[in-house]
């Protein structure tokens, strides 16, 4: 009797609603500072998320975001401040949102993609640490969720613009 091949079994088995893993658009560019095989996999994992955050290039997009934050020479504090418009791209002004989306591709990047992405961003979280004041009332703010993380727990500011604080 003749057997099924073992291609044929493990077809078999996949659920139907799996999804396809096709990729129609080009490989992107690589993502600054690292491998082209981690980039892949950003782009890979950006590709198939299925979160409202999440679109192409957003990991990138807040790699550079937290890099330029932490940018300006100096020992003088840095404070984050939230931006008031809640939509995906505005919403990486507010660079504890941009560590946040980082900290979703670290923990969705298969092993290797996600030890390199997470040794630069271990890296920017030391002068993060660093530059930033840490709230001494993050506990006793109605406002405070236990879901939000460590990089929530700093000191805010406000933004200025040319007529003062907004």
Known sequence: ??????????????????????????????????SARTSLAIHRYEALSTDYYVFPGVTDHALRRYRAFLRPPGRRPRYPYADGCSCRGCELRDVRHARAMLDAAVRNLPPRARAELGRLVAALDAVYLARTLPDPFADARREWRPHHVWWYRRLEGCQYTASGAV
Do not use: C, I, Y
């Open 1 to 34: 009797m003749p057997r099924k091949r073992p291609g044929a079994l493990r077809a078999a088995q996949q659920p139907r609603h799996h999804r396809p893993q096709r990729w129609d658009s080009p490989a992107p560019d690589r993502v600054h500072g690292l």
